[in-house]
C-alpha cells in the first residue's frame, strides 16, 4: 500500500459544527502532516506529528485540533470555523529516515464552511 | 525564516517547446529538494534531489540541483497539453522536526 487515503473528499459545514477530518496511511512512515491550500496558492503547512508525538504546530487557531491516535491515522477535528477557512486540507506523511526523503500526499479534503 | 522562491510565476508555451522552471531556496538544515506536479488535486511527485549536480530525469522531465548556489531547475522537453499544471517546488529543512517549505509554484499552460 503506497497511498495515503482522506476522507471525507469533500465537506460543507456550518460555522457551528463539529467536523473531522480523517488521514490514514500503511506504509510505516512516522512522520505525518497537515496542510492547508487555498486556490492559487502552494500548501501551508499547519501541523507536524513525528512518532505519534505533535512536534510542529505553525500558529494555527485553536478551533483546528489535530489528533495522532496511532502511527497510521492522523485526524484533524474542526469546531467553530470561519468562512476564511475554506481551503483543501491535504495530509502527507513521510518515512522520516533523517536522509531527505520523500513525502507522500492525501488527495485531500475540500472544506467548504457556510 | 525558510524561503522558497519559484519563477516564472506563469508562463504559456506552444506544444513541443521546450521549458525550464526555476526555483531557489534559503532554508535552515536542508535535507532535500522536491518538485511536484499539481493539476486539480494533490500534488504528485516527480523527483527528489539531495546532491549537487546530479542530474534525475523521467521521460522528457529532468531536475538538477546546485547546493553552492542554492537553486534547482525542472526541464521538460518536447511539451504537451497534458503537462499544463502548477509545479510546486518544496524544500525539506529539519527544525526540530522536519518540514516541507512550498514555493509559490509555476503555473504552465501549454497551448496547442
Known amino acids: 500500500d503506497t497511498e495515503v487515503t482522506q476522507t471525507p473528499k469533500h465537506l460543507v459545514m456550518g460555522m457551528t459544527n463539529k467536523k473531522s477530518l480523517k488521514c490514514e496511511q500503511h506504509?510505516?512512515?512516522?512522520?505525518m502532516y497537515w496542510y492547508k491550500q487555498k486556490a492559487k496558492k502552494p500548501p501551508e503547512l499547519m501541523f507536524v506529528y513525528s512518532y505519534e508525538k505533535l512536534s510542529i504546530n505553525e500558529s494555527v487557531p485553536s478551533r483546528f485540533s489535530p489528533e495522532c491516535p496511532n502511527s497510521s491515522l492522523l485526524n484533524l477535528h474542526l469546531h467553530a470555523l470561519q468562512p476564511e477557512d475554506s481551503a483543501l486540507y491535504l495530509c502527507?506523511?513521510?518515512?522520516?529516515?533523517?536522509?531527505?526523503?520523500?513525502?507522500?500526499f492525501g488527495s485531500g479534503t475540500r472544506l467548504t464552511v457556510v | 525564516e525558510d524561503k522558497v522562491v519559484q519563477s516564472p510565476l506563469s508562463l504559456v508555451v506552444h506544444e513541443g517547446d521546450t521549458v525550464t522552471l526555476n526555483c531557489s531556496y534559503e532554508v535552515t538544515n536542508f535535507r532535500s529538494l522536491l518538485w511536484y506536479k499539481q493539476e486539480k488535486k494533490a500534488p504528485t511527485f516527480l523527483f527528489m534531489l539531495t546532491s549537487s549536480g546530479i542530474e534525475k530525469k523521467s521521460g522528457r522531465l529532468s531536475s538538477i540541483l546546485d547546493k553552492k548556489e542554492l537553486f534547482s531547475i525542472l526541464n521538460i522537453t518536447a511539451t504537451q497539453t497534458g503537462d499544463s499544471a502548477i509545479y510546486l517546488c518544496?524544500?525539506?529543512?529539519?527544525?526540530?522536526?522536519?518540514?516541507?517549505?512550498f514555493g509559490q509554484g509555476t503555473r504552465l499552460t501549454i497551448n496547442p
Open positions: 518544496a524544500v525539506v529543512s529539519i527544525q526540530g522536526a522536519q518540514k516541507l517549505v
Open positions: 502527507a506523511s513521510s518515512p522520516f529516515d533523517g536522509r531527505g526523503n520523500s513525502y507522500t
Open positions: 506504509m510505516g512512515h512516522r512522520a
